[in-house]
Nanobody, 116 residues
Framework: QVQLVESGGGLVQAGGSLRLSCAVS????????MGWYRQAPGKQRERVAR???????NYDDSVKGRFTISRNNAKNTVYLQMNSLKPEDTAVYYC??????????WGQGTQVTVSS
């Protein structure tokens, strides 16, 4: 079992920044990669960024150069630094962990709203 708790969402003006945090607990040793996803109203959930066990990262094209995923192993926390935010970044952001065997765990989500 893995538990994920997101924080850091809020309301920000276009061009601003936010940092999301995802506190991880439980069977951390079984996690093979973690990611941030988002879901806007009326749209499907989409992957934003992912970080693997050896530190490799990948990003959706829509956020490349603006968002950065990172982790602090000592704090068991994964971050998503979001810069140059746009109104189209408005969504509920979810943290997810995939463990060996392929099972996914999800956090409860945190709302990010970017005003124009």
């Amino acid at each position: 079992q893995v538990q994920l708790v997101e924080s850091g969402g809020g309301l920000v003006q276009a061009g601003g920044s936010l940092r999301l945090s995802c506190a991880v607990s439980g069977s951390i040793f079984s996690i093979i990669h973690m990611g941030w996803y988002r879901q806007a109203p009326g749209k499907q959930r989409e992957r934003v960024a992912r970080i693997f066990s050896l530190g490799q990262t990948n990003y959706d094209d829509s956020v490349k150069g603006r968002f950065t995923i990172s982790r602090n192993n000592a704090k068991n926390t994964v971050y998503l630094q979001m810069n140059s935010l746009k109104p189209e970044d408005t969504a509920v952001y979810y943290c997810a962990a995939t463990i060996s065997g392929g099972r996914d765990y999800w956090g409860q989500g945190t709302q990010v709203t970017v005003s124009s």
